[in-house]
């Protein structure tokens, strides 16, 4: 059985992207040339931020809310991309952008799927830190093929579209969830967004309020290009830096990928230090890894719909998009996770129950 499951995890997390239904499709060029950083979505359609050009789909003094998606291997020949429509991960027919854009906010998805499409997930990883990793920056095409990529980090690279592509931002609330190995990209970019506030080069309004982390995966072992550091040891740094600044930092754990010695560090250390929720996602087969692997994802932000999750029998709210971000503070300084208790036979959060579990 312990082999199965192993052999299952190495499967499933190699190919966790197919399972993600695009409904807003995005032309060949898209694949078939380099296209990386920020687009703008509404309620049917996305358009990407370019410089100096007014976007019909972002408002300056509106919350917003950007994802970010993890490891893209097999993706980019098949011209798929991740949108916040989740009907082939087991997630309601519908984009769960949707959710958001009712209630105000910008959303915005930064794509490096053609960075991310690598057979080994340390090699996608690697760039996330680094233009000089085991791949150095080498991207994708449509046709199979990789062509020699910018000099830049993926870090680097998102950071500069997203600051390009919110102008004059001023809005009440920045938030940024990453995915998978998208999580990684979710604290760097938040680090460079803190360090650009602090110089006087951004207003505060662009240092994030909120930061999610879902399903977040880190490899195991030293990086050379991280100066023998384990990513998962980095990113607990930033994560140190951050909640010193009064930051909101949740994590929300769906399926073994993160958490065992095979696919990854499950990093106790970072989730001990934040607010931390165990998904049951038990919709989904035991031997469908990938789909409980992007379930976090669903749960997430679908969970906006609704009102704020709450322990069982009681008012006392959990993590959740919905829950305030003082809610998530609380948690981040209790010496308690929540596990969820109640409706995870289903794929709506709407009947989820939690009650409080002792840290990792």
């Given amino acids: 059985m312990k082999i199965r499951l192993i052999i299952l995890l190495s499967i499933a997390f190699s190919t966790l992207s197919l399972n993600v239904k695009a409904e807003v499709t995005f032309p060949d060029a898209a694949f078939s040339n380099l296209d990386y950083g920020l687009y703008w979505f509404d309620y049917n359609d996305a358009k990407k931020a370019n410089v100096n050009e007014l976007n019909p789909y972002y408002n300056a003094n509106n919350k917003t809310v950007i994802y970010i998606h993890g490891w ?37 998805i930064l794509y490096w799927n053609q960075f991310a499409d690598e057979s080994e997930v340390k090699d996608a990883e690697a760039k996330i830190h680094s233009a000089s990793g085991p791949r150095n920056m080498r991207w994708k095409s449509s046709n199979g093929s990789y062509s020699s990529g910018p000099s830049s980090s993926v ?75 384990w990513t998962g040891a980095r990113s607990k740094s930033i994560v140190d830096a951050l909640k010193a600044k009064g930051i909101a930092i949740e994590a929300y754990r769906s399926s073994p990928v993160t958490s065992t010695f095979l696919a990854g560090d499950n990093n106790a250390s970072l989730m001990n230090s934040i607010a931390f929720s165990e998904l049951k996602p038990w919709n989904f087969a035991w031997w469908q890894v990938a789909e409980k692997h992007g379930a976090a994802v669903t749960h997430y932000f679908w ?58």
């Fill in 72 to 108: 893209q291997n097999g993706s980019v020949t098949e011209r798929r991309r991740e949108t916040l429509n989740r009907s082939n991960s087991g997630g309601p027919n519908e984009d769960l952008a949707w959710y958001w854009l009712d209630r105000g906010y910008n959303v915005g």
């Fill in 155 to 229: 870090t680097q690279l998102l950071y500069n579209s997203l600051t390009n592509g919110m102008p004059n931002f001023n809005g009440s609330e920045l938030r940024i969830a990453g995915h998978s190995l998208g999580n990684q990209l979710a604290l760097t970019i938040s680090e460079k967004l803190d360090d650009a506030v602090n110089r006087g080069v951004l207003t505060s309004s662009y240092r994030p309020n909120r930061i999610a982390l879902l399903d977040p995966f880190y490899s195991i072992g030293e990086k050379s290009y991280l100066n023998n550091d």
């Fill in 303 to 360: 969970s906006r719909a609704f009102s704020p999750l709450t322990l069982d029998g009681s008012n006392t709210q959990v993590p959740s998009a919905s829950a305030s971000s003082a809610v998530i503070k609380t948690w981040m300084n209790k010496n308690k996770g929540v596990i969820q208790d109640s409706g995870a036979y289903s794929a709506t959060p709407a009947d989820d129950d939690f009650k409080e579990k002792s840290r990792l």
